[in-house]
């Protein structure tokens, strides 16, 4: 069990899949005829050649030259250079990266739930890792399975508390899709709530050692050692919960004693605020790294006069609101058997009586915002109505335009995926975590004009990781969905090609 047997169940079904995709579909395809022909120009050494099709940076195209510039500088002959730079060895960098992500998120796993047994978590990696869209682009040569493996190793680099290899690793991640930005400040920005929390930790507890070491514990001094723990809690109090801190003295450096379930949103960022004041050089130096790759980026935008490299008329910033409540609801019913069932239902009802008001009052915003989202802000970009080859063609078509009303009825839907994200990872994660997240889901969605599920592949992971909920019989469910989903959508891809009467060539459903 571990990471050995993850890599190696993961590895079973990526090559000889990889090895049916090459051998059915050996040409470029769709996206991939902008990708492959620009790598291949970096193979043959011409670094200056670019497409002025591609949005992203190249940095999927240098991690594909790593494994095979030895075989470049060793051969001139341009045959070599075709062969070792073709579709399917280019193709095989994302099959090797989606190993390399198996193993991430079992590390990942590991260290965010310490009490998981090797083999439940070996269980819910092999499950994550058959997520059907991140599933399917590892047999083809698209930037999604490679940004989300340097993602992945930039959030465990932070967790580790190895900042800088984590900022490496972020400007690696922004090199290969420019929104990758958005989750290096949304690290960070975990990784330095934590490090804020654990110093206010370290400091009320080096001054309890401080009272044993002057005599101040001692049998005659009861009350001033009582009144530095009480001081200690109720400093600590907007950091941690009740639970956390009694078990404080046990473990005062662990994430459950971070915890900051108990308190108001307000009062967290109030209370980190603070902290930050009386460490602020400290958390400066510590987290400098990605202050210097978020400038390196920004500067870049400024010189570019875009975020985008290419294509920039179809790719402009525009509101689309209702992109964050599609990933909503898309995100959970990719989790369906965790979220809707009665159980989590009467659960999420139950938390909502607690505050009858305020849950009142939320309630009605989030449908208000809903439905003002989906009628102003729901764009029709001209990709997703002219392109019959993906699943959101179908849904927006079938689905979303099946009546003027559909739009407005699913509304409700939204509000509660949403809500029921909000009730998981609320159990689990501070208040200001899934604040950042929320700002973080909606910096990298709403600006995109286009509905597409890779973009939510992320955020989704962002969200499953944390939400530790769920037994055996909702993973078991899960994987069976997965699989099922992840069957028809390769076979519809394979072996049900079909043609276009206004352009030439084999046409092939994909995600």
Not at 2 to 20: D, E, N
Not at 60 to 83: A, C, E, V
Request: aromatic share 16%; charged share 15%.
């Amino acid at each position: 069990m571990g990471r050995l047997a993850v890599a190696l169940v993961v590895s079973l079904w990526v090559i000889p899949i990889s090895t049916m995709v090459n051998r059915i579909v050996p040409e470029p395809y769709m996206d991939e005829i902008f990708h492959i022909p620009q790598a291949q120009q970096f193979c043959k050494g011409n670094f200056r050649s670019w497409d002025p099709m591609i949005t992203t940076p190249p940095g999927l195209y240098y991690l594909s030259l790593i494994p095979l510039i030895s075989g470049l500088w060793r051969t001139n002959d341009s045959l070599s250079l075709s062969k070792i730079c073709s579709p399917a060895v280019l193709r095989s960098t994302n099959g090797v990266l989606a190993i390399l992500c198996s193993i991430l998120l079992y590390d990942l796993i590991i260290h965010l739930r310490p009490s998981i047994g090797d083999r439940d978590a070996t269980l819910y990696t092999l499950v994550l890792t058959l997520y059907p869209v991140h599933w399917f682009f590892t047999f083809l040569y698209y930037t999604d399975v490679a940004s989300l493996a340097v993602v992945l190793a930039m959030y465990l680099a932070c967790l580790k508390r190895n900042y800088w290899l984590s900022a490496v690793l972020g400007g690696l991640a922004i090199s290969i899709r420019q929104t990758n930005v958005i989750w290096m400040l949304f690290i960070a920005a975990i990784g330095g709530i934590d490090y804020l929390v654990r110093e206010y930790h370290k400091k009320y507890d080096d001054d309890l050692l401080i009272a044993k070491s002057t005599g101040l514990e001692g049998e005659n001094h009861r009350p001033v050692s009582a009144n530095l723990k009480k001081r200690k809690m109720r400093k600590m109090g907007s950091f941690a919960s009740a639970t956390d801190i009694s078990t404080a003295k046990a473990n005062v450096h662990s994430s459950k004693s971070s915890s900051m379930l108990s308190t108001g949103v307000l009062k967290e960022i109030q209370e980190i605020f603070s902290a930050l004041w009386c460490l602020k050089w400290n958390f400066l130096v510590l987290f400098s790294p990605y202050l210097l790759i978020f400038g390196a980026f920004v500067s870049f935008v400024i010189l570019n006069g875009s975020i985008v490299l290419g294509a920039k008329e179809a790719h402009t910033v525009s509101p689309h609101f209702a992109q964050i409540f599609y990933f909503g609801l898309a995100s959970a019913a990719a989790m369906g058997p965790i979220h809707f069932n009665l159980c989590q239902a009467a659960a999420l009802f139950k938390s909502l009586r607690m505050n009858k008001l305020l849950s009142f009052f939320v309630v009605c915003i989030s449908l208000a915002a809903g439905s003002i989202s989906v009628h102003f802000f729901s764009i029709e970009h001209p990709y997703l109505l002219a392109d019959n080859r993906h699943y959101p063609f179908y849904i927006w078509r079938k689905v979303i335009k099946a009546h003027w009303l559909m739009k407005y009825l699913l509304v409700p839907f939204y509000v509660y995926s949403w809500l029921s994200i909000y009730h998981i990872l609320g159990k689990f994660q501070r208040k200001t975590w899934v604040l950042l997240f929320l700002f973080a889901c909606g910096a990298v969605l709403i600006p995109a004009p286009l509905i597409e599920f890779r973009y939510y592949t992320i955020p989704y992971f962002f969200i499953i990781l944390h939400s530790h909920t769920g037994g055996y019989k909702h993973w078991f469910v899960i994987a069976i969905l997965y699989v099922t989903v992840n069957v028809f959508t390769m076979a519809m891809f394979l072996y049900r090609p079909f043609h276009w009467d206004h352009e030439p060539g084999t046409q092939r459903f994909i995600w």
